[in-house]
């Protein structure tokens, strides 16, 4: 099993379509064999700030979810321009 925690920071302008963006690749996500759990959440405190919690079932589920259609239109093309802050911390379970 492996563990995603990623935290991302937007412009205020962009948080609204970024929270768009996240709900849709949230949905697709969850629908790929390999992926356990996928879930989103927005800061209350700081609405620009978003985090991803990502467990899928193998290092093969992560390769295959970043190489799916709905990560490139979503991520790559939607969300990645649009950083200003990205932290991610790939763990396993103990």
Known sequence: ???QSIHFT???KDADTIEALFRQ???ASRQEPGVIQFDVGRSRDRPD???????????EA??????SEHYQRLVANGVRPLVQERSIE???PI
Do not use: K, P, Q
Not at 49 to 59: G, T
């Open 62 to 67: 992560l390769d295959a979810h970043l190489a």
């Open 49 to 59: 700030v978003f985090a991803l919690w990502e467990v899928y079932r193998d290092r």
């Open 10 to 12: 937007f412009a205020s």
């Open 1 to 3: 099993m492996l563990i």
């Open 90 to 92: 790939r763990v396993v």
């Open 25 to 27: 690749l949230r949905d």
